[in-house]
């Protein structure tokens, strides 16, 4: 038993030394994102570079695919022959957008090693120093926030937008969990709210798990509506925060055709009664048949399906949305992600290249 215990201590300090000396020679190296390209050749698609969370190698202990980002950004490159340089880059959010949402108190706390790492599950993390978790873990998380919040902007100017990261929709104003960080939607929307404090937003949370922190936060304001379909028997179980869900479809194991049936009966509803000026989509992979976590028995062919038909309700009812991909946790779902994207470009928004 000491022997197992000291080779433990041995990887664990050999693991805290590598990160150590590649973050003294990386520690100031950002990927720049800046694609140099007329703003009229742009399509409303926003990819950072720095969206991909790599953590020495840790992140693989995680069953979310946290490399997933650059992935789908990649399929687009290279199936949708669509060039890098006409994707937006986002900046990384900073304090004041952060405040709009979050305390201070709970800011202040992910500077402790063991707050991030039971919010991101991954306890190993707690004993890493925090600026390595800093500039490794949460500053890819700003990025994807800061991806949110360009995205929102892009699609009340040209309609529709999709952000290849975001969703963090476990993150409360004062505490979070699942692998979240920041509430990227409500800050987004608050963003919003200063030059339109009247904006009318529908949130349609498709993510396998109940959009907890996104409840939370907007609990009874009468701007935000909820739409939230999730399986009621996993991941969070708030039932505090379930009140505050306008249009609430708790489901269980369900097959595609069922969960179809769903979409095209609830959605046109939510749409009619909330009257909205922006759809934020949360568009979860994990409902996904193979999906680890998730708990649902729909395909891939379901999911593209599904995506299909929220842009194209948002299309016939001229209502500005926002994409955001949210959770999903197989193998396969970089690559249904860009295949449903595509899908959305060429049959949807009707992309031409």
Do not use: C
């Not at 030059?195 to 935000?224: C, M, S, T, Y």
């Not at 489901?251 to 922006?278: C, H, W």
């Amino acid at each position: 038993m000491r022997v197992i215990n000291y080779k433990r201590k041995l990887i664990i300090v050999g693991v805290i030394l590598s990160a150590v000396l590649v973050v003294i020679f990386n520690i100031f190296k950002e990927y720049s994102d800046k694609w140099e390209v007329n703003r009229n050749d742009k399509l409303p698609i926003v990819y950072s570079d720095n969206y991909d969370i790599t953590l020495f190698g840790m992140q693989k202990l995680h069953p979310f695919d946290s490399e997933k980002y650059s992935k789908v950004a990649n399929y687009l490159i290279k199936n949708v022959e669509i060039e890098k340089s006409r994707f937006y880059a986002p900046k990384k959010i900073n304090g004041s957008y952060l405040l709009l949402v979050h305390t201070q108190e709970y800011l202040d706390s992910l500077k402790n090693s063991r707050v991030v790492a039971q919010i991101a599950e991954l306890g190993l993390l707690a004993i890493m120093p925090n600026f390595i978790i800093q500039e490794r873990l949460l500053d890819s998380v700003r990025y994807g926030t800061g991806g949110t919040v360009l995205g929102a902007e892009l699609a009340m100017e040209e309609g529709w937008a999709i952000n290849l990261a975001g969703g963090y929709h476990h993150t409360k104003a004062d505490t979070s969990g699942g692998f979240g960080f920041y509430a990227d939607v409500p800050i987004a929307v608050n963003k919003l709210w200063q030059n339109n404090p009247k904006l009318k937003v529908l949130i349609i949370d498709l993510d396998a798990h109940q959009g907890n922190g996104n409840e939370a936060i907007f609990k009874d304001d009468p701007r935000v509506f909820i739409l939230d379909m999730y399986h009621e028997d996993n991941y969070p179980k708030d039932d505090k925060v379930k009140k505050y869900i306008d249009f609430d479809i708790p489901v269980g194991f369900m097959d595609t055709q069922g969960y179809l049936a769903i979409i095209n009966r609830d959605i046109p509803k939510a749409i009619e009664q909330s009257q909205p000026d922006l759809i934020i989509y949360n568009a979860g992979t994990d409902i996904y048949s193979r999906d680890p976590l998730g708990k649902m028995n729909v395909s891939k062919e379901g999911i593209i399906k599904r995506d299909e038909v929220i842009f194209r309700y948002a299309k016939e009812n001229n209502i500005p949305i926002l994409m955001v991909l949210s959770g999903g946790y197989a193998f396969e779902s970089a690559r249904i992600i860009g295949e449903s994207i595509e899908n959305i470009l060429i049959n949807i928004v009707k992309y031409e290249q």
